[in-house]
């Protein structure tokens, strides 16, 4: 079954009609063709390799592979757990079909493809192409790829474009050593169970394709994967999917203009590891990416993994993230196209090795791009415009720096939280201002958003779950859903670096009239000030938050706290704030207000630092956080300056 055709009306021509033209002509003579003597608006230029391998490398790249495994100490260990990886699937058994588990099933069968795929290219055992074989062939056998027929939500097209990407890797990598009738089967599954269903969804303008979130890059990519594998044989659809597939993923990549960062947290790794995987091999099987890999931002992207994780080892996990480390492969395909050798060294550390990641570390690892951060020159402050994010460190490569995540945002993005203004610290080798992350998935309504979005009776998800102000509470949303705040001044010098963010949207029903809060870092960075200055028309009622998984005993006199975590001590300080500003200790749960819906995480051993205003109107509120140091005790406290009079060089 080959030259599959579908009628459809994409308003771009160009990359269809080359791909068809030039897969045909590649089909006919097995060599590189040119697309020639078509145009159209998109301005591709490229050739189809008219031969396997040719998603993300070439029989010459897994030659490179082998050399670097018998020269490069590295590459010689992620060998070896590869090696032993693979062995170990020699006895799983293929998967089974579980129409309501299909998106778990799909990621591991790409993981379980990478894996044998690879060492079947690097001169493994025949066993190796054989556990893959029946991989595929079990996948191939299941009456659909999506949970519901005909697909209609992420949970229906993640599973499809994870399952197209998976036999399209092999039927890639291992082209050369399956039979007609195994080629036959492959591409059958990856035409009639992904790229046919695709198709009539990017007619449809289905969402999950045209999601300018992680979702719509992971689509993309793996339907684009599949388009690539078998454009030979099946030109027309290929072409379609692959036109369609690039036009639908240039918005989420333009995510990530003007400097990398990414909106949706953590969710970063997921999204850049789908976007290099096509890119790459958009490069390796056209050599041309439709200049996607030239969209402002991208060439920045691994700084957002840098910058956000802390001396600690832990991630800015604001949303529904969780704290680990961002350290994919990809960050060294991006340090190769973009000359960033800082990001070889900061993936190549990674504690990742599973059978996902091992194989494209094993394709892009190059030891002589591999320089530190201080080398690199990386600076040790990051603002990130397009997330209006800043990031503060003391130092690199020291595990007991300072460091600060600060957030302001856009409350309407894709798993947010209600958490304009937020923050992390780390000192000591601990975390001590912690951000929560996410709740289950399975929580009614959780993704939920909107006014009055059922996501936002989850305390995780409210603001009184982050660190943060929240005024006025009630059961209602306590930030406004809709809100986006912008840091309006930062700077950053040799002993010290800030930023303000002007919040005042945030706060619901324009019950303030200013709100802006501060974060800085003094003292040869030893310190961090965080404060906030509030202007109310008329009194309202105010807390003010810090989650912490340390132990918490606050002073007699309520204006310091010392907290404990693993044998390290921070010493909190109120440097100013209204008549009766004092710390007070309590529960990680919601406030006598607040809706407490059953089946949300208990938030056990975390410890909530707070301080209540009520009926305040205008209030400038100073906290201090100070490691406390063996023998020096902690550092001395600053006097309190304005907001406005924050500027480079303050002490």
Not at 93 to 103: C, E, K, R
Not at 224 to 238: D, K, M, R, V
Not at 254 to 278: F, K
Request: glycine share 8%; hydrophobic share 40%.
């Amino acid at each position: 079954m080959v030259g599959r055709a579908i009628i459809h009306t994409s308003p771009s021509r160009r990359t269809a009609l080359k791909l068809a033209a030039a897969a045909c002509a590649s089909a006919a003579t097995g060599r590189m063709v040119a697309f020639d003597g078509v145009d159209d608006t998109r301005g591709l230029r490229g050739s189809l390799a008219g031969v396997h391998p040719r998603l993300l490398a070439t029989a010459t790249d897994f030659a490179d592979v082998s050399a670097r495994i018998a020269n490069d100490p590295v590459s010689a260990s992620w060998f070896g757990t590869l090696q032993t990886l693979g062995t170990g699937l020699l006895t799983v058994a293929p998967p089974t079909f579980v129409s309501g588990d299909l998106l778990n099933i799909s990621r591991t069968t790409v993981n379980r493809i990478y894996t044998l795929s690879m060492l079947a290219q690097l001169g493994g055992a025949p066993t190796y192409a054989e556990r893959a074989w029946d991989e595929v062939e079990a996948i191939a056998g299941f009456p659909r790829w999506s949970p519901s027929d005909p697909p209609n939500l992420a949970g229906d097209y993640l599973p499809m474009a994870e399952m197209t990407h998976a036999v399209a890797i092999a039927y890639d990598w291992l082209f050369e050593s399956w039979t007609a009738a195994q080629r036959t089967t492959a591409l059958d599954a990856i035409v009639d169970k992904g790229l046919q269903p695709a198709m009539s969804g990017y007619l449809n303008s289905a969402p999950s394709l045209t999601s300018i979130n992680n979702v719509g890059t992971v689509c993309n990519s793996g339907f684009g994967l599949g388009a690539l594998a078998i454009a030979q044989e099946s030109p027309t659809i290929a072409a379609d999917v692959l036109a369609e597939s690039l036009s639908a993923i240039l918005p989420g990549v333009e995510q990530l203009s003007p400097d990398g960062g990414y909106p949706e947290g953590g969710y970063w790794g997921y999204a850049i590891r789908y976007l290099v995987i096509y890119l790459a091999a958009l490069e390796s099987a056209l050599g041309d990416d439709d200049e996607l890999s030239d969209v402002p931002g991208l060439s920045e992207t691994g700084d957002f993994a840098i910058h956000l994780t802390s001396p600690t080892g832990k991630f800015f996990n604001f949303y529904d993230s969780d704290a680990t480390a961002q350290q994919p492969p990809e960050l060294l395909w991006l340090s190769n196209r973009y000359s960033k050798p800082a990001y070889t060294w900061w993936g190549s550390q990674s504690s990742s090795t599973g059978s996902l990641f091992l194989p494209r570390y094993l394709l892009w690892y190059d030891p002589s791009k591999n320089l530190d951060p201080t080398a690199s020159g990386l600076t040790l402050d990051r603002y990130f415009q397009n997330i209006e994010l800043a990031t503060f460190r003391s130092a690199w490569e020291d595990p007991n720096a300072v460091f600060v995540g600060f957030k302001a945002g856009d409350n309407s993005t894709n798993h947010a939280d209600l958490d304009l203004g937020t923050f992390v610290i780390d000192a000591i080798g601990q975390r001590w201002a912690s951000d929560l992350g996410g709740d289950s998935y399975g929580l009614s309504g959780y993704f939920n958003y909107g006014p009055n979005g059922q996501r936002w009776n989850y305390y995780r998800k409210r603001a009184e779950g982050q660190n943060t102000l929240v005024i006025n509470p009630t059961a209602g949303p306590d930030q406004d859903p809709s809100a986006s705040a912008r840091i309006t001044r930062h700077d950053s010098w040799a002993s010290g670096a800030f930023a303000i963010a002007d919040l005042t949207a945030a706060v619901p029903g324009a019950a303030v009239t200013s709100w802006e809060r501060g974060l800085a870092m003094i003292d040869s960075r030893q310190q961090v000030i965080v404060q906030d200055e509030v202007v109310a028309d008329d009194a309202v009622d105010a807390w003010w938050f810090m989650h912490t998984y340390a132990a918490v005993q606050v002073a007699p006199d309520g204006l310091s706290a010392e907290l404990t975590l693993r044998g390290a001590r921070l010493l909190a300080r109120i440097l100013a704030g209204p008549a009766g500003a004092v710390f007070t200790v309590a529960a990680a749960a919601p406030l006598a207000s607040s809706p407490a819906p059953s089946g949300q995480s208990t938030n056990a051993n975390v410890t909530k630092l707070a301080i209540e205003l009520p009926a305040v109107t205008a209030f400038r509120l100073s906290v201090l956080f100070s490691p406390i140091d063996p023998i020096d005790g902690p550092g001395t406290p600053p006097s309190v300056s304005p907001l406005e009079n924050w500027s480079d060089g303050m002490s």
